[in-house]
């Protein structure tokens, strides 16, 4: 699994690329990634468009041969989840008179569709504030977008790739995750689609590397809490991931892995648990009748899970438990489903907490990078996490999370559309 | 890996077995015949209960163990008389208040002579025959008549150990009756560990008028465990562990002791859920624990279907099917997740269909409970793995409350331990359970009285 840009054609793709290390300056400036000299800073897509008119007879030959190993658009990266699809999808903004000219119509109808709604259908969504503009993949300027639907919604997905024949597009659809696999047969009777299936792990960390590495104007991609017990002192700090390795790389979705990075190419699954994102999810909807993602959280904020969990001081001293207060019925009938959202919230964050720092001593790695949509939205985990890891460690592990939370496996399956490994 | 060899041959004691046991161990007296030991089990080969119930016949009171030429039976008399002087007064008890049960051992004296009946206090008295001629008491206690200890030998004294239980919540009940009959003129210590003699240490002061001498759960539930295996429960190991676990068919129950018990990992799951790697009697350490135990299964359950005791929810959770409820890998991948060697019927996700509405309303509250059950030992047999992975040590002994009358769990738990170790790991358990801090906590009852 080689890090994107550098496989194929490597003198021809890198001066376009967007390259993976970046010289420190170049990164302060929005929409500067390549190292091309003869490229300015380019803050808008349509200088970029010009620069590249520019600097293109002295590089038509290579961008040619670019050209003609570029995958036709539109480009898409899919990442199909127990809960959750997450679709990345670039939006060219360098399109030239006569391409817009030359472009099918249901491939700008897409393009339209998708970059002019913020939600599609009754579920689908786009997270705008995610979006990164004036990336430069693949020789192509443009923005990259992230959308997510429930899994449940498939069908309706591929109903609607069928009738904006999609398939006639001829395009691969890379796409990642256990519904790449369960849902093969669907996409190509459905929609006549053939999927390019890839490994969600493989996928993840090729996407958490490229993403760390690109985000350069902005809030950092990954960062940290400082003193996250502290309501009021408790504050989200930058970090560079710079030398990442080891990692331990914790993707908190449906369920959870966890793994042990070393290289972009070496890394192990150490082990998983079931009791993820998925468990209090259903939980939650369980015990207080939400139904949504959302809801539940909104509840958790306002419960107190002290009245449902019994705390040292209840039995001793004695061990913590979870729940434990249920066992007793007058305590059952004197909590309110705030305070269940939030047992069951703070008791999955612990328990994954407890099995990460174990596997982290285990591997002997001291910094744990947090993913997955469990953690979308959610800053009550977040400091959970790191607090557990800060308090429990003595201050010998350091809890990171990435902003583009889950969609890393995503945007790996997009990357491997456009440089094959 | 351990096998079902009896304790006897491991010894290679011929006669009994406390005289064999000349070396100091924690808890124990030094002096052989006053050291615990189930002389039931000390025959050679078969443990012989026509020979044993001759001896008792014969030897009655500190007598019993006096087998030779008269000028041995005197030192030997001489001894234990010296150790009656420090033996503690009746009654001998040993308690653990844990955060949902409290686990009771009372060593019922039979070796009473006429004239100690005669001299004995009538509270006394009352005491004994109340929990030895019940089985229950009150609403809620409860005495495991199936794993008491018979003719034990503790302190010189021949006797039966009983192990009783109530929940904590009633806790004020037994304190009321503990002044009801007067327990506090009988000035004897009341040994207690677990997190309630701490909080309610103040309680049994000011409405009992008793002192209790608080332990260290840990060092008695170990003190208590390598006591029970080594005196066997009533000649047959007190161990055991299952072959091949992951073969429902074949899956059979074997007995063990624990010959060679360290280095060992010890999961106590009680209400909560502590690991401990025991390198020696008086050499281990908390590796870590897991909130998610007991309690939060009884819990969980009692909110998502209306079960109000331990026994309903596992009665509900054997009828239940958790597949209907867990996310498994298949649901996700339609299949196996191959590449990481996870079977599809490997749960991906707890509880993950109960987001769907429609799943929510085709379940049945025994899946509920199943799905329960199963997360909650998956993921402390998870954990367990775990830590004897990073420990190195590949024998696991499972005990405490959580396993009572659960083998379902007691299963689940030997075939992961079996499974995800590709049979490096073997999960062991112990008929007493949780009763282990409770016994350790006896033991030092009997032990602060031994003779220097």
């Not at chain 1, 109808?109 to 004036?134: F, M, P, W």
């Not at chain 1, 609607?160 to 256990?178: D, I, P, V």
């Not at chain 2, 007991?294 to 239940?320: D, P, Q, V, Y």
């Not at chain 2, 799905?371 to 909650?376: G, M, Q």
Request: one cysteine or more.
């Amino acid at each position: 699994m080689a890090f994107n840009g550098h496989q194929r054609d490597d003198e021809s793709i890198n001066e376009d690329e967007t390259p993976t290390e970046q010289p420190q300056s170049n990164k302060e400036m929005p929409g500067c990634f390549s190292n091309d000299p003869n490229n300015e800073a380019a803050a808008s897509a349509g200088r970029a468009t010009s620069d590249r008119r520019t600097s293109y007879s002295t590089a038509r030959q290579r961008s040619d041969s670019v050209k003609k190993t570029r995958p036709p658009f539109p480009w898409f990266g899919m990442d199909i989840g127990g809960t959750l699809v997450k679709l990345v999808y670039f939006e060219p903004k360098d399109i030239t008179a006569e391409e817009e000219q030359e472009e099918v119509e249901n491939l700008k109808s897409i393009r339209r569709y998708l970059t002019s709604n913020t939600a599609y259908g009754k579920t689908g969504i786009r997270d705008v504030h995610l979006e990164l503009q004036d990336l430069t993949l693949c020789g192509r300027t443009g923005n990259l977008h992230f959308i997510r639907f429930p899994t449940h919604d498939l069908p309706a997905f591929l109903q609607m790739g069928r009738n904006k024949h999609f398939s006639s597009l001829h395009t691969t659809l890379c796409a990642t995750g256990g519904g790449a696999y369960k849902f093969e047969a669907d996409f190509r009777m459905m929609a006549d689609l053939q999927l390019h299936k890839l490994d969600e792990l493989d996928c993840l960390i090729r996407g958490v590397l490229y993403i760390d590495s690109v985000v350069s104007s902005g809030p950092s991609e990954c960062y940290y809490f400082e003193n996250p017990t502290d309501p009021d002192r408790c504050i989200q700090r930058p970090y560079t991931l710079e030398n990442p390795y080891p990692l331990l790389l914790v993707n908190i979705g449906s369920g959870v892995s966890i793994l042990a990075v070393y290289s972009e190419n070496n890394y192990k699954r150490v082990t998983g648990t079931s009791l993820g994102g998925g468990t209090f999810l259903g939980l939650c909807c369980l015990l207080t009748g939400c139904s949504t993602f959302e809801e539940a959280l909104e509840m958790a904020s306002e419960g107190e899970s002290t009245r449902v969990d019994k705390l040292v001081r209840d039995i001793y001293g004695g061990d913590y438990e979870s729940f434990g207060n249920m066992m007793s019925k007058d305590k059952r009938e004197s909590v309110s489903k705030e305070d269940l959202a939030r047992a069951t919230l703070v008791t999955i964050t612990n328990n994954i907490g407890s099995i990460t720092r174990m596997c982290a001593l285990n591997e002997n790695i001291e910094r744990v990078v947090f993913v997955g949509n469990f953690l979308r939205v959610n800053t009550l985990s977040m400091k959970l996490l790191a607090y557990a890891m800060d308090y429990w460690s003595k201050g010998q592990l350091k809890a990171l999370f990435l902003h583009h939370e889950g969609y890393f496996g995503a945007v790996g399956a997009l990357l491997e559309l456009l440089h094959p490994s | 890996m351990d096998k079902a060899k009896s304790m006897i041959d491991k010894k290679g004691a011929s006669g009994p077995f406390h005289v064999n046991n000349g070396q100091s161990q924690r808890g124990f007296h030094s002096n052989g015949s006053c050291c615990s030991s189930n002389t039931f089990g000390s025959s050679t080969g078969g443990s012989n209960s026509s020979t044993f119930e001759n001896m008792h016949h014969v030897h009655r009171g500190d007598d019993a163990e006096c087998n030779g030429s008269p000028a041995k039976r005197c030192r030997l008399r001489r001894r234990t008389e010296s150790l009656r002087r420090s033996r503690p007064p009746f009654p001998w008890f040993g308690m653990d208040i844990g955060g949902t049960l409290v686990k009771l051992v009372y060593f019922e004296p039979v070796d009473i002579t006429a004239e100690e009946e005669q001299e004995e206090v009538e509270n006394l008295k009352s005491i004994r025959r109340y929990l030895t001629s019940n089985v229950a008491y009150g609403k809620t206690g409860v005495r495991d008549v199936h794993l008491e200890l018979r003719n034990l030998t503790m302190c010189g004294r021949t006797g039966n150990l009983h192990f009783i239980r109530f929940p904590t919540q009633a806790m004020h009940h037994f304190i009321q009756m503990g002044r009801d009959k007067n327990f506090s003129s009988l000035h004897t210590t009341l040994c207690a560990t677990g997190g309630g003699a701490y909080k309610f240490e103040n309680d049994f002061r000011t409405m009992a008028d008793l002192e209790l001498l608080k332990l260290d759960e840990l060092d008695c539930l170990i003190r208590g465990l390598l006591f029970v295996d080594r005196v066997s429960f009533n000649g047959h190991p007190e161990g055991y562990y299952f072959q091949n676990p992951s073969d429902t068919q074949s899956c059979v129950k074997k007995t063990c002791t624990l010959d060679n018990p360290f280095p060992m990992l010890l999961v106590n799951i009680g209400s909560g859920v502590s690991i401990l790697a025991v390198y020696s009697e008086n050499n281990y350490k908390r590796v870590t624990g897991t909130s998610l135990g007991g309690g939060t299964f009884l819990g969980l359950c009692c909110l998502l279907t209306g079960c109000e005791t331990f026994e309903e929810a596992l009665e509900m959770a054997s009828k239940g099917d958790s597949t209907n409820v867990d996310k498994l890998v298949k649901d996700i991948y339609g299949g196996d997740y191959e590449r990481f060697g996870l079977q599809g019927s490997a749960v991906a996700s707890s509880f993950g269909h109960m987001m769907s509405k429609e799943k929510r309303d085709s379940i049945s509250k025994e899946d509920l409970a199943r799905a329960t059950l199963v997360t909650i030992t998956n993921n402390i047999g998870s954990i367990a793995r775990m830590c004897a992975v990073n420990e190195k040590i590949e024998r696991v002994v499972f005990v405490g409350n959580f396993l009572r009358i659960n083998t379902v769990s007691t299963k689940l738990l030997a075939y992961a331990m079996d499974f995800w170790s590709k049979g490096q790991l073997r999960a062991l358990f112990l008929e007493h359970e949780g009763y282990f801090g409770a016994v350790g906590a006896l033991m030092e009852l009997l032990k602060t009285t031994e003779d220097p």
